[in-house]
Every structure is written in C-alpha cells, then in structure tokens.
C-alpha cells in the first residue's frame, strides 16, 4: 500500500490531499475510517444516476464539481467552476499515472473498491463534464472519497424467476421507507436507494443491494 502528494510536493495535498493505489485502497486493515467505507462500483453509480434523473449519459459533473475551484482544459484555457449542487465539492487532483504526474488542475480521479481482472475501477471526470468509468492499474495514485455505511443492509439471493418474492420484499421495505431510486445493473444486481420515515427528522439515505443470482 502506497500514497504520494501531486508531484511529490506537500503544498499540493493542503488543497488536493493525497494519491492512494489500489493496494491502500483494497487493504483488509481499511483505508477509511470506522463507520465509512470506500464506494463500490454500483455505489459512485448510484450517485452518478441520481445527478442526472437516471440518464447514464451524464454531462453533469460540474454537479459535483468545487464551486470556489476552477476547472481548466491544458494549458490552462476554458477555466470554469463546478455548481457544486450534489455537496460532493471535487477537486481536479489529477493522477500519478505509471511514473509521472499528469491532469492536476483539468481532472478529478477517484477510486472505487470494486477490483478488475486488471486493477481496480474508478471513476474520473473530465472537462466537458462527463463522467467516466474504467478499470485502472493498481500502481496509479486516485484521490479517494469516503461514504457513510449505511445502517442497515438488506440483501437476498433472489434467482430470476422469482420476481414476486422481490416484489414482495420490496413492498415490505417501503412500509418503513421511501423509495427513491432503483437501478438493475447488468452484472444482474438490483441496488435500492431508500430513505427512512421519521417524523421531525432527515436521514441519509440508505442503500439496499439485492443480488439477483441464479438459482
């Protein structure tokens, strides 16, 4: 497991914090701190689908983007900030790309937990605003953003041909719950987003995976 600064100088981790590789990303002693974790494949899109109503052809990351940053296409033309409308408030840290530094002040780089047969996935954002995902070797150096763990996690193997028993077990969830988004991806796992009922009250929203498997 390994970090660095933006080229190796301290001053750019005061703004941007530091580049991990996959291997601090992924190690079992955990890179987050207790009650977060680092977000999953599925999870940056959910996040991704709920910027855009669902659309995955997203040219909405200037929802995530800093309000107070600039954005720049190298060499430092088209300088805009991000509305910063979701609070996710990110930075164009670049990344450490084999062995050089490269996009710091034009990209944002952030990994997930989800591991490829070739290194690990990750999620970037590029000027234009589009949001991108791919698999990235394990030795580049990504920022990392950390997410609340849910409170509670509900997760069955359901085999497709019993949607009524999901159906069933959906409508028993959404008693207590709002339903606010759900999304079937196509490794077959259906993700829930659902918000807790409380009166007086505003709860983060919490994220329910039901694996759809066969058998």
């Known amino acids: 497991p390994a970090w ?5 100088d301290s001053t750019n981790g005061e703004l941007f914090g530091k580049l991990y590789n996959l291997y601090a990303v992924i190690d079992p002693r955990g890179l987050a701190p207790k009650g977060w974790h680092i977000p999953t494949e599925s999870e940056w899109w959910i996040f991704r689908d709920n910027l855009n109503n669902g659309n995955q052809f997203c040219h909405c990351g200037y929802k995530m983007a800093s309000s107070t940053y600039d954005w720049c296409d190298v060499p430092k033309k088209n ?3 991000g509305t910063d409308s979701s609070g996710f408030s990110g930075l164009p840290g670049g990344q450490r790309a084999h062995i050089k530094f490269e996009n710091l002040g034009s990209a944002g780089f952030w990994w997930s937990s989800t591991k490829r047969s070739y290194g690990g996935y990750h999620i970037y954002v590029l ?32 085999s497709p041909e019993n949607e009524k028993k999901l159906a069933v077990v959906i409508d028993s969830l959404v ?3 709002n339903l606010i988004s759900e ?26 995976k039901l694996d759809k498997t066969k058998g």
């Not at 796992?189 to 007086?200: A, G, M, P, V």
């Open 183 to 208: 999304t079937i991806y196509t490794n077959g796992e259906k993700i829930i987003l659902l918000k807790k009922k409380k009166k007086n009250s505003e709860l983060p929203p919490t994220i329910f």
């Open 4 to 8: 660095c600064y933006y080229n190796n």
């Open 175 to 177: 008693g207590e719950w």
């Open 127 to 158: 000027p234009g605003w589009s949001i991108y995902g791919d698999a990235i070797g394990p030795s580049s150096g990504l920022s990392v953003r950390c997410i609340k763990d849910a409170d509670e996690i509900y997760s069955e193997n359901i």
């Open 79 to 81: 300088c805009v900030k």
